[in-house]
């Protein structure tokens, strides 16, 4: 049976990444991948346009890693988003940076991200198996026996798990990683939907399909709690809400849902005081006296969204303006700074864009990547505990966490 220096399993950006590095440091490298290709869920990335990283400073990205930042700080430090973008401009992959950092190929496509990567394994001869599924590591005297099923083996120094979680399951990622290091002696966190669309109740939420508010803020209560989201984009579903402000305050609410249900109020103005409202309804009211209330609120908010919001209000559609009382003005108004929803779920953990938990981090040397239990094993990815929002992060973790694993597995060789 041949020996590889380092096995990586999973060819996702952080498999690709880490067989590269080792690749790079003259190791024998083999990356197994179950797929009969590279980087499946890396090409539906950003709506396949690939949000590669963020431009964002170590200690921004630091902060959106939360409690997490600490852990993932010596690899984002080795290899940052600076050096991810010379790592693709160093083959002529020009990149843009879009709204809030967001960095993508210029060419808006994810394949040309892959073919990059591509050419550096193939550069540092790194073996590629597709259609191989790895079950179980064995450990013994000097190096592990990978079982590949159907009598197959591999023989390998080290091995580097970087199997992803177990969202979008038609890319590959099931969660076998978990699995198997589980059998090795590591713990794995509980698995939660992350960046996820969330689940209203309301009846009506179905003729808001489609419907995208720009620039409101959202405001979850639950208990004497609440959650208030920055600014951003909506997007009503048939089932309730998405877009990017939910996805990225999915991470937070999701863990809240686990106990109870959470009322939601969007502020539809959050750039007007309710003084400053209050004083544009009047004057519009009084300047259209003669228009119907349900053409006047075209003003305020999309036509699509009018008969709900005269439905909540319990008005008259066809009142004309100067009728509405100053009672139902002040409803309006409430109703515009406060549209209220009942989130009682997420979608499903195979619908969300990341897995949150995973291989607790106290088990792996942040230093490395290397397992604490048994060492040789590495991890690299989303197959690791955390959970980050939007923008580019969570590949920049696979990349920079990958890029670590790889080097040290292979300078851990010498
Ligand atoms: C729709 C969507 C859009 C996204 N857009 C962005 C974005 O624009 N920017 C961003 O930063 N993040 C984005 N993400 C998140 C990002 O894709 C993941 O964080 C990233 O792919 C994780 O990389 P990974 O290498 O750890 O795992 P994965 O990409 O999941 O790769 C794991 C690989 O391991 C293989 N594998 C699993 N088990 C085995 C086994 N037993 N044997 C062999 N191979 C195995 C799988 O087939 C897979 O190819 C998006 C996710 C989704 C679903």
Same mark, same amino acid.
């Given at each position: 049976m041949k020996?590889?220096?380092?096995?990586?399993?999973g060819a996702g950006p952080a498999g690709?990444? /880490?067989?590269?590095?080792?690749?790079? #440091?003259?190791?024998n490298v083999i990356l197994i991948e179950r797929n009969d290709t590279l980087g499946k869920k890396l090409k539906i990335t950003g709506s =396949?346009?690939?949000?590669?990283?963020?431009? /964002?400073?170590?200690?921004?990205?630091?902060?959106?890693?939360?409690?997490?930042?600490?852990?993932?700080?010596?690899?984002?430090?080795?290899?940052?988003?600076?050096?991810?973008? =010379?790592?693709?401009?160093?083959?002529?992959?020009? %990149?843009?940076? *879009?709204?809030?950092?967001?960095?993508?190929?210029?060419?808006?496509?994810?394949? =040309?991200?892959?073919?990059?990567?591509?050419?550096?394994?193939?550069?540092?001869?790194?073996?590629?198996?597709?259609?191989?599924?790895?079950?179980?590591?064995?450990?013994?005297?000097?190096y592990f026996s990978l079982d590949l099923g159907n009598d197959n083996h591999i023989a390998t120094k080290k091995v580097i798990l970087a199997?992803?979680?177990?969202?979008?399951?038609?890319?590959?990622?099931?969660?076998?990683?978990?699995?198997?290091?589980?059998?090795?002696?590591?713990?794995? $966190? +509980? %698995?939660? +939907?992350?960046?996820?669309?969330?689940?209203a109740s309301e009846t009506w939420i179905k003729e808001l399909q489609g419907i995208t508010l720009q620039n409101v803020r959202l405001t979850f209560k639950y208990g004497k709690k609440k959650i208030i989201s920055d600014k951003g984009n909506l997007i009503f579903t048939h089932y309730g809400i998405s877009g990017p402000l939910v996805l990225d305050i999915s991470n937070e609410i999701v863990s809240i849902l686990?106990?109870?249900?959470?009322?939601?109020?969007?502020? #539809?103005? +959050?750039?007007? $005081?309710?003084?400053?409202?209050? *004083?544009?309804?009047? =004057?519009?009211?009084?300047?259209?006296?003669? $228009?119907?209330?349900?053409?006047?609120?075209?003003?305020?908010?999309?036509?699509?969204?009018? +008969?709900?919001?005269?439905?909540?209000?319990?008005i008259d559609p066809k009142k004309k303006a100067n009728q509405v009382t100053k009672g139902e003005r002040n409803s309006i108004l409430n109703l515009l700074k406060a549209f209220p929803l009942t989130i009682t779920d997420s979608l499903s953990i195979d619908k969300a864009m990341v897995t949150c938990g995973g291989v607790l981090k106290k088990e792996i040397n942040p230093q490395t990547m290397e397992s604490k239990i048994v060492s040789g094993i590495y991890?690299?990815?989303?197959?690791?505990?955390?959970?980050?929002?939007?923008?580019?992060?969570?590949?920049?973790?696979?990349?920079?966490?990958?890029?670590?694993?790889?080097?040290?597995?292979?300078?851990?060789?010498?």
């Amino acid at each position: 049976m041949k020996l590889y220096d380092i096995t990586v399993v999973g060819a996702g950006p952080a498999g690709m990444m /880490a067989a590269i590095r080792a690749g790079q #440091l003259g190791k024998n490298v083999i990356l197994i991948e179950r797929n009969d290709t590279l980087g499946k869920k890396l090409k539906i990335t950003g709506s =396949s346009r690939c949000n590669i990283t963020n431009t /964002a400073s170590l200690d921004e990205f630091m902060e959106k890693f939360g409690k997490n930042g600490a852990f993932f700080r010596s690899a984002f430090a080795t290899f940052s988003n600076r050096r991810l973008m =010379s790592f693709f401009k160093d083959r002529g992959l020009k %990149l843009k940076v *879009e709204e809030n950092g967001r960095v993508f190929p210029v060419t808006d496509k994810s394949r =040309s991200v892959i073919m990059v990567l591509k050419d550096y394994l193939s550069e540092n001869k790194v073996k590629r198996d597709y259609n191989t599924r790895l079950i179980k590591i064995k450990k013994k005297k000097d190096y592990f026996s990978l079982d590949l099923g159907n009598d197959n083996h591999i023989a390998t120094k080290k091995v580097i798990l970087a199997t992803g979680g177990v969202s979008y399951p038609s890319t590959g990622s099931t969660g076998d990683g978990f699995e198997i290091a589980k059998k090795l002696g590591h713990k794995i $966190t +509980p %698995l939660k +939907p992350g960046l996820v669309p969330l689940k209203a109740s309301e009846t009506w939420i179905k003729e808001l399909q489609g419907i995208t508010l720009q620039n409101v803020r959202l405001t979850f209560k639950y208990g004497k709690k609440k959650i208030i989201s920055d600014k951003g984009n909506l997007i009503f579903t048939h089932y309730g809400i998405s877009g990017p402000l939910v996805l990225d305050i999915s991470n937070e609410i999701v863990s809240i849902l686990k106990n109870e249900t959470v009322s939601l109020f969007i502020d #539809l103005k +959050p750039e007007m $005081t309710f003084p400053e409202i209050e *004083e544009k309804l009047l =004057s519009e009211f009084e300047n259209r006296s003669k $228009t119907e209330f349900k053409n006047l609120m075209k003003l305020f908010i999309p036509n699509r969204m009018i +008969p709900i919001f005269t439905e909540l209000l319990g008005i008259d559609p066809k009142k004309k303006a100067n009728q509405v009382t100053k009672g139902e003005r002040n409803s309006i108004l409430n109703l515009l700074k406060a549209f209220p929803l009942t989130i009682t779920d997420s979608l499903s953990i195979d619908k969300a864009m990341v897995t949150c938990g995973g291989v607790l981090k106290k088990e792996i040397n942040p230093q490395t990547m290397e397992s604490k239990i048994v060492s040789g094993i590495y991890f690299a990815g989303e197959i690791i505990d955390f959970c980050a929002p939007s923008g580019g992060y969570n590949l920049q973790e696979a990349f920079s966490t990958g890029y670590l694993a790889g080097e040290s597995a292979a300078e851990n060789l010498d």
